[in-house]
Structure formats: C-alpha cells, structure tokens
C-alpha cells in the first residue's frame, strides 16, 4: 500500500489567517497544501470587483501569500491547489507566472477553468458550475507545482490530489466518498480544530488562543485522519469533527460532481491526541447535473437603529414607526421592502445607559437608490426632535448600499466544458462522471431503543448536545449531536420537527426536515427559504445562520436529570 497522503488546509474563507500557509509550511510533514477562497458571498464580491477591473475577479490575498511562500514551498516539495482563481482563474496563474520568474523559482502553474456560465444566464453577474477534482487531478498529474480553480467544490481540493496520487478513477466511489468526507472536514479550516466549538468551554483556555489549521492523512482506500501539526493550538477530537462534518449538509446522500458521499456510513474514531479516523464511507454514483451558483444584483438596501432607553420602549417603538412610516408615504417614494424588528437588550433597572436601551432596527430594499438613501435620510434625520424622550440613532442612514441575491441552478454534467489547462498550455478537456446516479432521498434509519423514563429538569438542550448551523443559498442547516449513547437516545427521540418548530418560532411557518445520522449521534434540520435570496440579501439578523444552532441549544427543554 502507498504511503497516506498528508493534505493541509491553510484558508477557509476570503480572509483568513494571512499567515496560516507559512505555518502549515513550516510547521510540519505535508504533500499538499491547499487553500478555500471561496463561498457564495465571495463570487458576489469578485464579481463586483471584475466589473471595475476586467483583469480582477481573483482571490489577491493568495497571491500575496504565495509572494512570501512560493519558496519556501518548493524548497519542501509541497504542491499547492486552491480555488482562489474565482472568476478569472487563468488570469491569477498568470499573475503566479510572473511572480515565479521574479523570485526565479522553476515553478510549473496550472489551472482549470470551464465553470463560467454567466453567458448563459442573462442578467446574472455571476454564474458558476460547481466542478469536481478530476480536472485538479489531470493538472497533478502533468506535473504541476500550483494548481488554481475557478468554482470547484471545497471536497474538490482534496478529491483532486488523492486521485493523481493514488490512481483513483471516476468509478472508484467509496474511494473518492472517504476523500469527500475528509475535504468537508478540513474546508473551512480552523473550524475542524476547535474553532466555532460549542463545547469551546471543555477545552483549556490557552488551546483556543490560536488553534491551528487542519490537515488529513489521506489513504489509497479513502479512509483518513484528521490531524493538526504538532504543538499548534487547538484541538482534534470526534466532537470537533462531528461539528464539522454537520457543518452546511443536508440528508444522508451528500451529492457532488464525482460521487454522493452517504454520511451516513460515516465512522468516527478517536486514534490518539489530536487524531480522529473517518472510515467506512461508502459511495454512490453522482447526480446527472451540476449545480450552478447564480448571483444577481439585487437591488440597495439601508438601515436604521432606533435606540430606545428607560421605560415605554413598546410605546416608544410604535411612535416611531408611525412616524417614519407617515415620513415615507409623504415622500412618495416608499421603498419596496419595509421591515422592523424590536429587539429587547434592555432590562429593569439597569446599571448602564446602554443595558437600559432596546434597538429598533428598520431595514428597507429597492431597486432605486435614492428611496433607500436620500428618502430614508430625510425621514429619519427630520425626527430627532420630533419623536420619542431620548431619541438617538447608532449612525445616521448613509446613501444605501448594494445587495446580492443568489440562487441555485443545474445544468447537466455534459453541457459544462471543465478544461485542466496543464503546465504547458496544453488544454485538457475533463469529461463528465461516466454514470451518474439521481439522489433519493434515504429512508429514515430505525432510531435506538427510547430511555426510561425518570425525572427531568428544565434545562438549556445546549448542555447535553452539541450543534453547529450554517447556510446553503436561502436554506439553512442545523446539526446537533449528543456526545454520549445515552443522551441520542433522549434526543434522537424527542428533538422532532414540531419540537424544533416550538423551539424556534421563526422556523414555524417554514419547511423543516430532519434527518438522522445514528453513526454520528446526529439529528440535521434543514430550514428552507429561512435566509430569502442568500447571505448577500441579508434577509435576517444572521444571514449565513451562524448562530442558529446556539439559538436552539439556549433554548430549554424538560431533561432528563440523569443526563445533566
């Protein structure tokens, strides 16, 4: 059997640790680095970059890294891939072309591209297929140094180099499932070393100072472990990577370009300090068609934040809204989406001005900039001596500021060109998965025995079950999960829809479904259309639903005591 293959992740979003791909290049043993630019929200903000700047719509944060890296990754014969190519991936190998030659490195750059399908989607300002890692592998395999994509799935970084090395093909499922699974995990970096932990407070302090980026050992059968380089922060265990295996999925078919990955044959295993084994994932067939993220401008939006101190604030509020609501009809250009919403930091005689105060937050839309702006200026300046005892605002509406809708499409796998244009120039096209499977979706597992009953206390679910939650286009998921055999069979059996509906109010008029991961001891919800038109709408306080799932483990449960 070949060696594993050590793959690091240095970048989970557009902005992280800038140092991070020095420190996983000198903090240890590595064969590929690799790097997550990307998100819905990004393609948003390349795109806009792109229209002022033909030649941007890549990730420059990369670029400058590998500025004080390139060196030091070829001196250790670490390869590079990443998807910080965006919108204009050919256009960024270039820019590392040039950068090479200026630090005289011998350094081969590759990338592939295909993924763009703005032209077929009139109006869009960005529209991308969501590729697979053979076109990563086939840029490997001609003996590139750097590889940079375009939109690629965050499991493709990993997909991509374990195919070129351990010869995988596009009919090796359960190979290819197991490396789908340890790409999720290691995707949004830090997050599968303690950061964004609900049970941050088991872990000692000083760990979680400057927890370290992830990195899998990847084997020829497509089993792994999840590990960090020695002596950096953090933590690994099966708890953080439960977290972050339930992190932005769905049921138990995960489906991607190269195979759907059934999470529900996923098993966990502590191997050491700072070392969790994934095996026996199986895999299936992938769907016919890809998805393709599609982001449009969606308009201007403003807002204002009434702060409303003492006693009345519920009078107060109304007086408010009244006004400004009579301010905007007498405008005569009301925006097209008004929305208001209270939100109650104060409390009973406090010991601060500021604990003492509420915020009523007014949020509008429309394609039209001055209804947002100039209209929503002179309404709400015009009444600060006009309205409520002791009106101020935390700033003063500006001129209104773009916003983004996304949406997802499909497109059949044939109809995309995904090229690897390897090292030479040489453009190789990547053919699409020879058979393709439609995802159904799986039947409910049968659940464990219920426990006895005995006597409960009312409680935060928080302390007897994990979660972590986050955002797909305008859905969101939640994942929770029970750390003990115990406490799944409370929660497998009393965390239903309706008693998630109950303890989220604003889930109630929404379509929830839940899904049941028993290997994992985990229940995922799905909540459809809870965040509109996507992160770039900001539709709610949370747009990308962060903190959902702490939102329901605050919320208090009848529990049973032998569990607390």
């Known amino acids: 059997m070949p060696p594993p293959l050590r793959i690091g992740n240095a970048s989970g979003f557009y902005g992280d640790r800038f140092d991070a791909v020095r420190e996983m290049l000198t903090g240890g043993g590595l064969d590929v680095l690799t790097g997550d630019y990307l998100a819905e929200l990004t393609m948003l903000i390349l795109g806009r970059d792109r229209l002022k700047d033909p030649e941007a719509g890549y990730a420059r944060t990369f670029l400058r890294q590998l500025e004080e890296c390139l060196g030091l990754a070829h001196e250790r014969g670490v390869r590079i891939v990443a998807n910080a190519g965006g919108l204009n991936p050919a256009g960024l190998a270039a820019r590392i072309r040039e950068l090479a030659e200026r630090l005289g490195l011998p350094v081969r750059v590759a990338h592939v591209e295909g993924d763009d399908l703005t032209a077929a989607h009139p109006g869009a300002l960005a529209a991308h297929a969501y590729l697979g890692g053979f076109g990563i592998a086939a840029c490997l395999r001609a003996g ?11 499991a493709a970084l990993v997909t991509g180099p374990a195919a070129a090395h351990f010869g995988w093909r596009p009919q090796d499922h359960d190979a290819l499932a197991g490396a789908v699974v340890a790409g999720h995990v290691l995707e949004c970096g830090t997050q599968a070393t303690g950061g964004n932990y609900a049970f941050f407070g088991d872990v000692e302090p000083r ?105 009345d604030v519920e009078r107060k509020a109304e ?58 200026s002179s309404a709400g300046i015009e ?46 096209p990547v053919p699409p998965a020879p ?36 955002d797909k286009g305008g859905d969101a ?48 919800f799905v909540v459809e259309g809870i965040l509109g038109e996507g992160v770039a709408a900001q539709h709610r306080f949370d747009p990308q639903a962060k903190a959902l799932g702490e939102w329901l483990r605050a919320r208090c449960m009848d529990i049973p005591e032998a569990l607390l």
């Open 144 to 154: 590139a140094d750097v590889v940079v994509t375009g939109r690629v799935t965050d």
């Open 319 to 376: 007086l408010v809204r009244a006004q400004m609501e009579d301010a905007l009809a007498r405008a005569g250009s009301r925006p097209r989406e008004v929305s208001w919403e209270l939100v109650r930091t104060d409390r009973p005689d406090a010991p601060t001005q500021e604990t003492a105060s509420a915020v009523l937050r007014l949020v509008v839309r429309d394609p039209d900039q001055r209804a947002v702006g100039r209209t929503l």
């Open 477 to 524: 998921n939640v994942g929770v999960w029970a750390r003990t055999d115990e406490a799944w069979r409370w929660l497998a059996h009393t965390l239903t829809v309706d008693r998630f509906k109950a303890l989220l109010p604003e889930t109630a008029p929404l379509t929830v479904t839940r899904h049941t991961l028993p290997n994992l001891r985990a229940l995922n």
């Open 207 to 311: 760990r979680l100072l400057r927890p370290g980026f992830p990195l899998a050992e990847v084997h020829a059968d497509g089993t792994s472990v999840i590990t960090k380089h020695p002596g950096t922060g953090g933590v690994v265990d099966v708890g953080t990577v439960t977290a972050q295996l339930l992190y932005e999925t769905g049921g138990a078919r995960y489906a991607g370009p190269d195979v759907t990955a059934r999470l529900d044959t996923v098993t966990l295993a502590q191997d050491g300090p700072d070392r969790v084994r994934i095996g026996g994932v199986r895999g299936e067939a992938p769907p016919p068609a890809l998805k393709v993220g599609v982001n449009r401008f969606g308009g201007f939006r403003n807002q204002v934040e009434f702060v409303l101190t003492g006693l």
């Open 435 to 470: 058979e393709t499977r439609e995802p159904a979706a799986v039947p409910e597992p049968p659940l464990p025995s219920p426990p006895a009953p005995g006597p409960s206390r009312r409680a935060p679910l928080g302390l007897v079950a994990g979660a972590r939650s986050g």
């Open 383 to 428: 009444l600060a001596l006009a309205s409520y005892p002791g009106f101020h605002v935390t700033a003063p509406p500006g001129k209104g500021a773009p916003y983004g809708t996304f949406h997802a499409a499909r497109v059949p796998q044939g109809d995309v060109p995904h090229v690897a244009v390897l090292p030479d120039g040489t453009r190789e």
